[in-house]
């Protein structure tokens, strides 16, 4: 069990656990749109579906969940959460999905799986979740293109190795950066993660800034602090 503030989370069954990559997006992706439906592609344990719910007065939240083990740890979770009225998973992949979408959303999240490299483990199930063969950074970026409504917002999080790629591919669908945040562990290591959020409209000059998460062991920068205080239970 992971308890945050205002839900827990059962993570057993998941092949991915809680992790910071998943809380960062949950509490970064922008919201200030007010968004009436939201999806959230791939959703592990739920726990970003969860954070938004927490967050927005979103009416609709669907997550997506390929692997049959998350997608019961998510209903679950949902289940047993204050906002289990507004949270509903679908057992399905995003090919099944966009096959024949009846929504569009006015956002879309995913922390979607990322070692593209040819290293897999005897852990299939966790393979599944960590490699993105299993759900292509284009697939992603098409099936978000598709499905977000006119004035929507599209936010992952992915690795800074991979950053002018995504923004590539996600031009091509025309979706276009509206902030861009970057990660840093310690002020002293290398950029780690991307946080990007897209619209359909080009904004001139968006904002791109740094977030780094501590100075020292567990000494937690102010910025990532005020970023995570309404989730984590010592913050």
């Not at 809380?23 to 970003?48: C, F, H, M, R």
């Not at 569009?104 to 070692?115: C, K, M, T």
């Amino acid at each position: 069990m992971f308890s945050f503030k205002q839900f827990s989370l059962e993570q057993d069954r998941t092949a991915m656990k809680v992790g910071t990559d998943g809380v960062l997006l949950g509490a970064w992706t922008p919201i200030e749109k007010n968004p009436y439906s939201i999806l959230d592609i791939g959703t592990g344990t739920g726990i970003i579906a969860l954070m938004l719910a927490q967050r927005s007065t979103a009416e609709q939240i669907d997550a997506l969940e390929i692997d049959e083990d998350a997608y019961e740890q998510a209903t679950d979770n949902f289940e047993n959460s204050p906002w289990n009225d507004r949270l509903f998973c679908f057992h399905a992949g995003l090919d099944e999905f966009v096959e024949d979408p009846e929504d569009e959303y006015d956002l879309i999240v995913s922390n979607p799986p990322f070692y593209s490299e040819d290293y897999k483990s005897s852990n299939e199930q966790r393979d599944l979740a960590r490699f993105q063969d299993a759900m292509p950074f284009e697939d992603l970026i098409e099936a978000a293109a598709l499905l977000l409504s006119e004035n929507g917002i599209f936010s992952v999080i992915i690795p800074f190795k991979e950053e002018e790629n995504f923004l590539a591919l996600a031009e091509e669908y025309e979706l276009y950066p509206l902030k861009i945040t970057r990660v840093k562990g310690t002020p002293t290591t290398e950029i780690k993660r991307s946080l990007l959020a897209f619209s359909r409209n080009e904004t001139p000059n968006f904002p791109i800034d740094e977030l780094i998460i501590e100075t020292a062991r567990h000494i937690y920068t102010p910025e990532y602090i005020e970023l995570t205080k309404e989730f984590y239970l010592k913050m």
